[in-house]
């Protein structure tokens, strides 16, 4: 692993370590040229994922991203950052195990709608409102009226 500081590519490894939901390991690193310290996240990929854009262009899968774009709709929401963390590498498995290398942008789209749904209701309209590009307050009005009736995660329902 290069050193992020100096550049140096022999770095050491001093400590290793689960992350709470198990799916990652960090690891403490040194680097010897420069004493500095710093930590990488190792995660499982279980295939490389190509994301097919609406367009026709095909993009290497951002894991990053998708978890920016969640962060984003759940931004001043109380939902913690650990819950985020198992929103977003609940999607990336889903993706992952849906047995192709190359995802639609779309699918891609709908499982964080549904995962948000269950999460929060005002990161689900706030992330819909992006993904379904809403132009207008009427675009608002006519998916809130579709949602009427539909079961929706309240603040209060989160006690995990």
């Given at each position: 692993?290069?050193?992020?500081?100096?550049?140096?590519?022999?770095?050491?490894?001093k400590d290793s370590r689960p992350?709470?939901?198990?799916?990652?390991?960090?690891?403490?690193?040194?680097?010897?040229?420069?004493?500095?310290?710093?930590?990488?996240?190792?995660?499982?990929?279980?295939?490389?994922?190509?994301?097919?854009?609406?367009?026709?262009?095909?993009?290497?899968?951002?894991?990053?991203?998708?978890?920016?774009?969640?962060?984003?709709?759940?931004?001043?929401?109380?939902?913690?950052?650990?819950?985020?963390?198992?929103?977003?590498?609940?999607?990336?498995?889903?993706?992952?195990?849906?047995?192709?290398?190359?995802?639609?942008?779309?699918?891609?789209?709908?499982?964080?709608?549904?995962?948000?749904?269950?999460?929060?209701?005002?990161?689900?309209?706030?992330?819909?409102?992006?993904?379904?590009?809403?132009?207008?307050?009427?675009?608002?009005?006519?998916?809130?009226?579709d949602m009427e009736g539909a079961?929706?995660?309240?603040?209060?329902?989160?006690?995990?």
């Open positions: 692993m290069r050193c992020p500081f100096c550049g140096e590519f022999d770095t050491q490894v992350t709470d939901d198990a799916s990652a390991i960090r690891r403490r690193r040194l680097c010897p040229a420069c004493g500095q310290r710093f930590t990488t996240v190792e995660r499982v990929q279980l295939r490389e994922l190509t994301v097919l854009k609406a367009d026709g262009r095909r993009v290497a899968f951002d894991r990053d991203k998708l978890a920016r774009s969640i962060r984003i709709a759940l931004n001043k929401r109380p939902v913690d950052e650990e819950r985020q963390e198992r929103i977003v590498n609940g999607i990336v498995r889903k993706l992952e195990a849906s047995g192709d290398g190359e995802v639609r942008s779309e699918s891609v789209g709908e499982a964080v709608m549904e995962a948000l749904k269950e999460v929060d209701a005002v990161a689900y309209v706030r992330f819909a409102s992006v993904y379904r590009d809403f132009r207008e307050a009427v675009d608002f009005k006519t998916f809130l009226g079961p929706l995660a309240q603040p209060d329902d989160l006690s995990e």
